[in-house]
């Protein structure tokens, strides 16, 4: 039988044996310093001035004092003397200065290796993880850091028709929901009770572009908190946009924008263009530009009632024009005014004691007024002596004038005409 242990080499109790004592409270010794093995230092060359029993060091090639010659050796005081033990591989010690577990391997201690963390079933930080949700972590922060540059998250999915999102619960009931679900389009989900959902934003994988229920559903979509499109109201539009038309010229509710006037908008007398610009609830102006860009007109309303229409004067809305019949001005606010020089025939016939010519002039206006309406018909003699004139209105379209003279005359005068009317 052998005298001590094969891995320890713990002294053995022998049969018979003398003073039984010592030989189990040195076995005790040689346990006390090799279980639970924790050094102070690592590689300890000089011994401590004033060492303390239960101290160990794990002492390094060379080491100096006391400890020479015992390079290596695990090194302890007991009972006032040094003692040595050689460390076998696969010891694990605690380096008390760092904090480090090592292990004996070859001689010297290295740091013990860390454990596969490869390939895991899960992981549970606080927590504990599930076939589902493999990584876990109840913490009231999670922080992903960079390492000196940039840093990225990414989260993969197999194929364009599954889901790679993030899912913003309450009470592990869905509320809110980003990503690429069951389709390459980004998407931005709400929803109040983790059942009925609203794709608020979703983004075109292709193009980029935007739709959702928090986009303009159409031109005139005025729901509140709605983001506007291109053409939203008629603004921005590059005529490949449906414009909004205008159902009623006098409703109030029309939100502000830019609408066409039709031949179905209530209220309209023609077709065009139309402003509005809103200042509160029953106060708002309309800008009206009509399609053949002659009218020019707006109108304001205050706590819910219309004012009238009103024409913007200026050149710019005027026309001017001169034909064979002479010159026209149409002014803005429905102003006609007609000019024209007639050759009248000369006053020779006798009318009483007064000569006139054979009959009245006819002018046809070379636009013509306001149906229904007759403007008012001037003359003035451009030349010839003791000459007045007669004029005779007519209608819309036309008038007369006739020369008078005191004494009969076969000189035919020149007059100018004007005639002042409505055109609308």
């Known amino acids: 039988m052998s005298d001590q242990s094969p891995r320890l080499a713990l002294p053995f109790i022998q049969p018979s044996q003398a003073q039984k004592h010592v030989t189990h409270n040195e076995a005790l010794a040689l346990l006390d310093f090799t279980v639970q093995l924790a050094v102070e230092e690592v590689g300890a060359l000089v011994p401590p001035d004033v060492p303390q029993e239960g101290a160990l060091w794990a002492l390094g090639t060379v080491p100096v004092g006391a400890w020479a010659g015992q390079g290596g050796m695990i090194a302890g005081l007991v009972d006032d003397t040094w003692r040595f033990v050689a460390p076998q591989d696969g010891w694990i010690a605690l380096d008390k200065a760092t904090g480090r577990l090592l292990r004996q391997a070859g001689g010297a201690w290295v740091a013990l290796a860390p454990p596969d963390l490869d390939n895991l079933d899960g992981v549970g930080i606080n927590a504990s993880h599930d076939a589902v949700n493999r990584l876990v972590v109840s913490s009231a922060a999670t922080l992903l850091t960079h390492e000196g540059a940039g840093h990225q998250v990414k989260i993969n999915k197999d194929s364009a028709g599954d889901t790679a999102s993030l899912l913003f619960q309450t009470g592990f009931g869905g509320r809110a929901e980003m990503g690429t679900a069951g389709t390459d389009d980004f998407a931005i989900k709400v929803s109040a009770d983790g059942a009925v959902w609203s794709t608020a934003l979703q983004f075109d994988a292709a193009s980029g572009l935007a739709t959702g229920t928090a986009v303009q559903q159409a031109a005139d979509d005025a729901s509140l908190g709605r983001l506007l499109r291109v053409g939203a109201f008629g603004w921005g539009q590059d005529g490949g946009q449906a414009v909004p038309v205008l159902g009623d010229l006098d409703v109030f509710g029309t939100a502000s924008g830019v609408y066409a006037v039709t031949a179905a908008t209530a209220g309209a007398t023609g077709t065009g263009t139309c402003l509005v610009l809103r200042a509160g609830t029953g ?27 009103s024409a913007l004067g200026g050149e710019h809305n005027t026309i001017r024009a001169t034909g064979v019949d002479g010159t026209y001005v149409r002014y803005p606010d429905g102003t006609q005014i007609c000019q024209h020089s007639l050759t009248l025939d000369a006053p020779d016939v006798a009318e009483g004691a007064l000569f006139r010519g054979t009959g009245p002039t006819s002018w046809t206006y070379p636009a013509p007024f306001a149906s229904g309406t007759v403007p ?17 209105a007519g209608d819309h379209l036309s008038g007369g004038v006739e020369a008078y003279a005191a004494t009969s005359t076969a000189t035919a005068p020149q007059v100018t005409v004007t005639a002042i009317g409505q055109w609308a």
């Open 283 to 309: 106060d708002l102006t309309q800008i009206l530009i009509a399609t053949d860009g002659q009218t020019l007109a707006f109108r304001t309303a205050s706590g819910a009632v219309w004012g009238p229409w």
């Open 376 to 392: 008012t018909l001037t003359a003035s003699v451009v030349s010839g002596a003791g000459l007045w004139t007669s004029t005779v």
